[in-house]
Structures are given as C-alpha cells and as structure tokens.
C-alpha cells in the first residue's frame, strides 16, 4: 500500500510566514538544517534566525525570530518601490529587492530541488499579486516590506521545511480576514491589504470573519499558503503523526498560533482533495476530484502519476511567419514545455493561427510575459489542466555515430519501458557531422538500445 505524507495548516487567527516557520520547526525540522540550507543564499551575514518557546492564551508554542543585522542606514534606494506591511515588521529597515533579484539568490543557493522551485513559485506568485495591485509588470515589481531579509527567510525557509518533512500534499483551512488597517510603506492600508486580497481573489480562497481586529493575513502567508496548498477547506482524511504550533506576535483574545498537522494517508483517488487550486508546485503527485466527488461512477485507480500544468492560448491574425519561430525560440528557452500553433477562421473571416503554449506554474509568468511582448494580442485566456505522466530517464548510448542521449519512459509499477526515444538534437548532429541522413543516425541509436543485454537504468521524476 502506497502512503502519502500530508500537512494541514490550521489558521485559526490566520497566517504569516514567521508563524508556518515555527510551526514546521516545532513539528520536526531542524533549527540547525534551516541555518545551514539558509546560509547558502550568502545572506548569513544579514539575519540570525532563532526561535522560542512562547504561551498564547495558555498553549504553548514557537516563535520565530529572523532578526536583520544590516543597519537601515545601507539599505539600497529604489525609485519605484511596491509592498505593503508584514505584521510587526518596521517598513524602514530593509533593503528593497525585486524579483530578479531574489530569483537569483535562490537559484546560486544549492538548495534542494523541490525547496527551490517551490520558493521560486511562492515569490512569482507574490509578484503577480503586487503587479496586478499596482499595475506594473512583474520584472518591475520591487518589493519593500516583502522583499526584505526576514520575509525571504520566511518563505524560503518553509519551503525548506516542506521539504525536510517530505510533504506530499499541502491543505490549508479557509482564512479569516481580520479588520481594520495596517501601516505599509505608503501610508494606512485597509485589511487585508491589497496584494494579499489579491491573492485570496485569484486563487479563489475561502475566507470569513472571525470578529479579530487587525492584520491576521499577511503577504509571506497568504503567498504559501496560496501557492503551495491544493485545496482550502476541512481537513482531509489521515492519520495523525505529528503537529507543531507557531505563534504569531501580536496580543490576541484567543491563542494567536498556526497549528501544523502531519499525517499519513493511503495514496489514491480516494484520498484525493475536492477542490485543488491553480498552482500545486508542492504536491508531488496532484490528484484530481474523485469520480465520487464528481456526481460520477468511480473510476478503476489509475498507477500513473500526475501533474499540473498550466495552458495559455491566444489567436492571432497579424504576425509574420519570422515573428512566430522567433516566438517558439523564446518560449522554450524560458521552460514552455511544448508550443504549438492551429490556422484559425478569425472575424470578418480574416484567417489567423491559434497559439497555444503549455508549461509549468512557476513558468507562466515568464510565457505570458514574452507572449504579450512578442505577439499583437491584447489578452490570453489561462486554464490550469492535469496530465498524467510516465517516469523518464536519459542514457547515453555509444553508437557507430558517436554519443546519443536517449529518453526512456517507464510503466511506474511494473518498470516496462512503454517508450524509447533518441533526443533529436544529437541524432541532427551526428548526421550533420557525418553527412549521412538522419533517419540513419536515429535507427542506429534503436538498435544500439535494443541490442543491449540490460535496460533498465536508474529512474528520474524530471
């Protein structure tokens, strides 16, 4: 029986980033792990990271303490400056910094995989929220409050966290909405402020009062929670192994603290979440609603994994043919997973071709952006889609023609290869080379693989 590891956040006075922070340290991971992964961002002599024990309301928890060691006065001046105020955070005493930038810290930092793609999402999710407030785009995008030193530990860190505890599927408890206002960098903000009622919008939280005054949502928490869950609501089906509380700073008539539960459950449709969100960078296996869930006969359980991806499409009837193989070029070299184009009857009868594009969540930006910079269109219709997908490896194979990298794809429970692929590219080269035919490369290569005594190399989820 194949078990999945799931982690519920319970926010009862809501989330920020210092308090999922805690509560992961407090369910299990490492004080000591997160100081050495975080010291990888070359930022270690900017922050010392810390916890303690606190009371809220007579339960005991964990604070998180990310307390800056640059003085405000070298902070770095910006002429264009976006974000609004984390709780209990001075709007003054950070460096801004815009997403290239903290793209860049992440990725030079050799953190594990998933924590890095997950921190990467969590920040372009953020960005979309702050563009889409100030109505920018997401490059120009420079956050203040968000951008600061403790607000990348926060996120960073839980992602790290994530990670450490080998989480498998993320759900988060519907969100209250506190009231009243909250000081930012450009004045007096209402609650929840503006970017993270953005998030809230487009990723369709559930959300309610709960009668508290003050910011109880933040923007690090509304950002993971928005990006890394696969659904708001109860908490599923599992069995209990570990919680962890983390507490907010503020002073509050009920206890002010995240709690974390961790648990196993049998890995399926049956266990599947009813209402899964956009982007699901942290699920390693997204499930669809079951057939159940549907109104619909269920269905016999399927082995094969699954993913999200995201698939943008637009109609065009105005770009030269260079325009479009310049825009495929550009679009894969920022990860699109696959482009395509269909000739289209547009109005007025006018013909024109269909762009679609499919890529990963934390792609999109970046496709949408070169979409709208490399095209005429004035608007992209986006809709999140589920695929499932084979295990693959790449192996290099010794051919009469010199090296090919071959693909190989696998049935995930009985390891069959179902597919055997030489890479495109090093056939292409080889016949360039030897000024042979490239059909004759490609055969070569099969048989090469056919011919060997053992196939069955080491697996790869890339």
Known sequence: ???????????????????????????????????????????????????????????????????????????????????????????????????????????????????????????????????????????????????????????????????????????????????????????????????????????????????????LVTPTGAAIATTLAHHFGDPPAMTLHRTGLGAGGKTLPVANALRLWIGVAEAGPASSPTAPSPTRPLATQPQPPTPEQRGQPPDIEVAYDRDTVILLETQVDDLVPQAIGYLYDRLFAVGALDVFTQPVSMKKSRPGLLLTVICRPDHEPRCTDILFAETSTLGIRRQPQQRWVLPRSLQTLETPYGPISLKLAYHPQTQSVLNAQPEYEDCAAAARDRGIPWQVVYHAALSTWYCQPSRSPELSSD
């Open 1 to 215: 029986m194949l078990l999945k590891t799931i982690a519920y956040l319970d926010c009862p006075t809501g989330i920020a980033g210092d308090m999922c922070l805690a509560a992961l340290i407090d369910a299990g991971v490492p004080l000591e792990y997160l100081q050495s992964q975080l010291a990888n961002l070359g930022l270690h002599d900017e922050f010392t990271l810390s916890v303690t024990p606190v009371l809220r309301q007579g339960l005991r928890a964990l604070q998180a303490h990310v307390t800056p060691t640059v003085p405000a006065a070298s902070a770095h001046s910006h002429s264009h400056e976006h974000g609004h105020g984390e709780h209990h955070r001075d709007p003054t005493a950070s460096a801004t910094r815009n997403l290239p930038a903290i793209e860049q810290l992440i990725t030079q930092a050799n953190l594990p995989d998933r924590a890095q793609r997950w921190s990467l999402a969590v920040f372009q999710t953020l960005a979309r929220a702050e563009a889409a407030v100030h109505g920018i785009a997401i490059d120009q995008v420079h956050f203040h409050e968000v951008g600061a030193i403790d607000a990348i530990v926060d996120i960073v860190g839980a992602c790290l966290g994530f990670d450490y505890l080998n989480i498998d599927t993320l759900v988060c408890s519907p969100l209250p909405t506190g009231r009243g206002r909250v000081r930012a960098a450009h004045g007096w903000l209402p609650v929840p402020a503006p970017a993270v009622l953005k998030l809230l919008e487009q990723h369709r939280v559930p959300l309610y009062s709960n009668g508290l005054d003050g910011e």
